[in-house]
């Protein structure tokens, strides 16, 4: 699903925020993304976004390479992902529905096929109580929920997470990763971006590590330990894909809504 | 979604955001209704004064004086090389009798009395009427020229050519085109200004939605749109304005005029080539000015 080969990211003012960086996520995986603050985290996942572009190497969103795409591409690549982000970047103006609707806005759906999946996606996070509010009168916990919904709205093959929990307690944080695992179990690639050491021994999914920008820790889900990292663990868990929807793959371009 | 549908989405949009900076966009489209209108009485001024010319120029004759001894048949000679150049409309000869029998028509019946037949002032004379075609003032100053140099063909003593008034009001004019031309293009500048200044504003506001936009893969389109039908909102409602305002004036100029019969031309603020004129005009500044500031405020 994401393959990165020998991925250098060189910035601007020339940082080396990643260096020669390989890995693979597959399908239906969920992966944690730890490292010590600047390692190249959200580097990283900028990258996968294409808001940066790599250096050196060759990065492959399910098989396309995404290196060479073409700026006008880009927003249809970006159409397999989902983004969660640590402040939640909840639109201010726009109430809850109208925030977890952005997307399918996007895709031009009829208002009513709109509103039904929003109340959908509401009830299933638990917030459906609170679709008439507006960001800045939610806590932390429902802006996350919100955002997540948000992310989901056009069921996208991968959910990236940056960061996700970095304004929570620890509570509210593993609601949100319970949520994320569960999201994980309906069949969605999961790449969640944390500094929290606890949570991830608490949830024992496959763990990359980055430190000043090199990969320098793959390691395996918990119940996985002994197979070949990232193998066996995630074809079993691969199956499950079988649920998620068809054609989210990168290499399809879906056109444009009229 | 059909396209009349995600037109009314964007709509809705450009719409939400003109309401969320209602001064702003008031003093956008006061900018652009008062840059229009000038334009537009600035045009409107100079097509009425081109009018005013044919119409003057219509009524222009140049009159040929020829030297008494002139034979019919120089006359007729000389007749025939003015008859066939560009302009002139048609040559009416006089003879010698003829002339002095009209201004004998022109003078007081007292002062004629006892006087003799040959001190009444006849000459032969061509009469020339030249087409209204006098469009420009090099036409114009092309005629003054040759009309100089018919003086110089033998048998011609003299020419009149009536030229002054028209001259004077050509000069004038292009001197009201060029302050007329100049002012307009600093008006549709700073409406420009405007539109520009608003629709980066609503960028600015706004940027928190385009930025999760693009993240969540809306196209360049889809995120430019906005903005754009914005800026031509607020063209489209200046253009509006413009046209009310004109047309009051109009209307007030109109009753003005048929009160004083002074001019043969009939002067129109607002012909409905005008109106078509600032309705596409008016949208067009607008999605310019937005386009303009997308491309400097906007980097997605
Ligand atoms: N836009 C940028 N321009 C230049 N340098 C950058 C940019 N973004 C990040 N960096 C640098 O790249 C390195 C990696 O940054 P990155 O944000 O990817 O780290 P991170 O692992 O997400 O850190 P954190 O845990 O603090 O979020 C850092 O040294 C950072 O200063
Ligand atoms: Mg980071």
């Excluded at chain 1, 955002?147 to 509210?172: K, M």
């Excluded at chain 2, 009149?160 to 009001?169: D, I, M, P, V």
């Excluded at chain 2, 909102?233 to 007030?252: D, Y």
């Amino acid at each position: 699903m994401i393959q990165l080969y020998n991925v250098h990211k060189r910035y601007e003012n020339g940082v080396v925020a990643l260096h020669d960086v390989t890995l693979r996520v597959r399908e239906g995986e969920m992966v944690f993304l730890t490292g010590p603050s600047g390692a190249g985290k959200s580097t990283l996942i900028r990258l996968l976004l294409c808001t940066e572009r790599g250096s050196e190497g060759q990065i492959l969103i399910g098989g396309r390479n995404i290196h060479a795409l073409r700026d006008d591409s880009v927003p249809f690549l970006r159409r397999n992902f989902g983004v969660v982000f640590q402040d939640f970047r909840l639109i201010g103006r726009r109430n809850v529905r109208e925030n977890v609707a952005i997307g399918m806005e996007i895709l031009g759906l009829p208002r009513k096929d709109i509103e039904r999946r929003t109340e959908q996606l509401l009830e299933a996070l638990g917030i459906a109580h609170r679709g008439a509010a507006f960001p800045r009168d939610l806590s932390g916990g429902e802006a996350q929920r919100v955002a997540i919904a948000r992310a989901l709205v056009n069921e996208p093959a991968i959910l990236l997470c940056d960061e996700p929990t970095g304004n929570l307690d620890p509570t509210l944080s593993r609601e949100i990763i319970d949520l994320l695992s569960e999201v994980n179990r309906r069949g969605t690639t999961v790449l969640v971006a944390t500094h929290d050491a606890a949570l991830i021994e608490r949830y024992g999914c496959r763990t990359l590590t980055l430190e000043g920008g090199r990969l320098t820790l793959d390691r395996p889900r918990r119940d996985a330990v002994g197979l070949e990292a990232s193998g066996l663990g995630a074809s079993a868990v691969g199956t499950a894909s079988a649920a998620a929807p068809p054609g989210r793959e990168a290499t399809q371009e879906p056109a444009e809504a009229p | 979604m059909n396209p009349i549908t995600r037109a009314l989405y964007f709509a809705g949009a450009a719409l939400r955001m003109m309401r969320a900076s209602p001064w702003l966009n008031v003093v956008s489209v006061l900018t652009i209704a008062v840059s229009l209108s000038l334009c537009g009485l600035f045009a409107m001024a100079f097509f009425n004064a081109h009018a005013l010319i044919r119409d003057l120029g219509s009524s222009l004759t140049i009159q040929v004086y020829l030297a008494d001894e002139t034979t019919p048949e120089r006359a007729q000679a000389i007749e025939q090389r003015l008859r066939g150049h560009e302009g002139v409309r048609s040559v009416v000869a006089l003879t010698r009798e003829a002339d002095r029998e009209r201004n004998r028509k022109l003078l007081d019946p007292e002062l004629l009395e006892g006087l003799d037949e040959e001190a009444i002032p006849g000459q032969p004379v061509l009469e020339l009427e030249l087409d209204s075609a006098l469009a420009s003032r090099g036409d114009l100053e092309r005629m003054v020229e040759w009309a100089r140099q018919i003086e110089k063909v033998e048998s011609v003593e003299d020419v009149a050519f009536g030229a002054e008034r028209l001259r004077l009001l050509f000069a004038v004019l292009e001197i009201v085109q060029s302050v007329g031309v100049v002012l307009s293009l600093v008006l549709l500048a700073s409406a420009l200004f405007f539109v520009f200044s608003t629709v980066r504003l609503a960028i600015w506001s706004r940027r928190d939605e385009i930025e999760i936009l693009a993240l969540m893969g809306a196209t360049r389109r889809f995120i430019r749109s906005p903005f754009l039908i914005e800026g031509a909102l607020q063209g489209l409602l200046g253009a509006a304005v413009a046209i009310v305002a004109v047309g009051l004036l109009h209307l007030e100029l109109e009753g003005l005029v048929r009160d004083v019969y002074l001019l043969n031309v009939q002067p129109s603020l607002l012909p409905p080539g005008m109106v078509m004129w600032l309705l596409v005009g008016g949208p067009a500044l607008g999605l310019v000015a937005a386009g303009l500031s997308l491309g400097r405020h906007l980097r997605v």
